[in-house]
């Protein structure tokens, strides 16, 4: 049987709900999306223009369309999301964008995903959605959808030192995460075969991303209430206040994890 997008997960990526949330993280994104944030995960990599690159779970292509513009490589963004798929294909229509396309499909059962052809396996935040039981499996794919000497880059959310309270469990449930730890991840990637697992914690600049769309709904806070109403506006406020504060309590970690699959790079 053929996975199948969640509830929670067609309202939170539907084009409306992500067209929203994109106004506060940045154009083309659904989590940290600045500069510098992207100059320091592809200064983790060795990018080429023959590489071709796999982005998991590509929200609206704010790193897909960055990847094929500034280092020419070419990129398959790949997401469960048929309403992000569509927004992303528009935008390539209006911008003329060249070397990336997109997919809709579940990166745990895509057939795009078949054999080692990718260099690159690129990810934000997009596997704490997946569950998990499901993790191991996902990894030991997109192990074999490397080349030998490929290179995985992801961002994720990780459980925090201050973590798995019930109220912060029951809160990442109502939201679909399925977070682990830094450790349980890069053993987790080790077990499958990875070599050079790296993995560094990056809350800081989620924290900074989330208070600069936090400003932003609080200077703009009239021109919000009249799109989404009162009731819509107040649930975003509080959750970007309580996604900052898990920064700070130590409940959630933004982890960056570089890694290679073994072998003789081209
Ligand atoms: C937090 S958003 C990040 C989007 C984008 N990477 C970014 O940084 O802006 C997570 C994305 O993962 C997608 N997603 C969640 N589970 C997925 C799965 N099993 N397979 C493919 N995409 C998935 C969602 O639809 C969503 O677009």
């Known amino acids: 049987m053929p996975h199948t997008q969640s509830t929670y997960l067609a309202m939170r990526y539907s084009r409306a709900v992500a ?6 993280y940045g154009h083309g994104y ?32 704010g790193d897909a369309f960055r990847l094929a513009v500034q280092y020419g ?8 999301s048929a309403e992000l798929t569509d927004v992303c294909l528009e ?7 060249l070397g990336v396309t997109f997919a809709t499909g579940d990166v745990r059962d895509s057939d795009l995903l078949t054999d ?18 499901d993790k191991l499996a996902l990894w030991r794919r997109l192990h074999r959808v490397l080349r030998p000497g490929g290179q995985v880059m992801v961002t994720d959310y990780c459980l925090g030192p201050r973590g798995g309270s019930s109220e912060h469990t029951a809160r990442m449930a109502a939201w679909d995460h399925y977070m682990i730890s830094p450790a349980a991840y890069q053993t987790m ?12 914690d990056l809350s ?22 009249e799109e989404m109403g009162k009731a819509e506006y107040e649930r975003l ?17 933004w982890t960056v994890l570089t890694a290679r699959r073994p072998g003789e790079a081209r």
Request: hydrophobic share 40%; net charge negative.
């Open 19 to 24: 067209l929203r949330h994109e106004r506060l």
């Open 73 to 80: 490589v070419s990129v398959l963004g790949l997401d469960s």
């Open 116 to 133: 080692d052809s990718f260099d690159i396996v690129w990810s934000r935040d997009c596997v704490v959605f997946v569950p998990l039981a």
């Open 189 to 200: 990637l080790t077990d499958v075969g990875f070599t050079e697992v790296k993995m560094e």
């Open 91 to 97: 935008r390539i229509e209006e911008s003329g964008t």
């Open 237 to 253: 406020l509080s959750r970007w206040e309580r996604k900052i504060n898990s920064c700070d309590t130590g409940e959630i970690v």
């Open 204 to 225: 800081s600049q989620l924290k900074a991303n989330m208070l600069e769309g936090h400003t932003r709904l609080l200077s703009e806070r009239a021109c919000f209430l």
């Open 30 to 61: 659904q989590g940290p999306s600045s500069e510098e944030t992207f100059n320091d995960l592809t200064g983790r990599l060795r990018l080429r223009a023959d590489f071709r690159v796999l982005d998991v779970g590509s929200g609206l292509g």
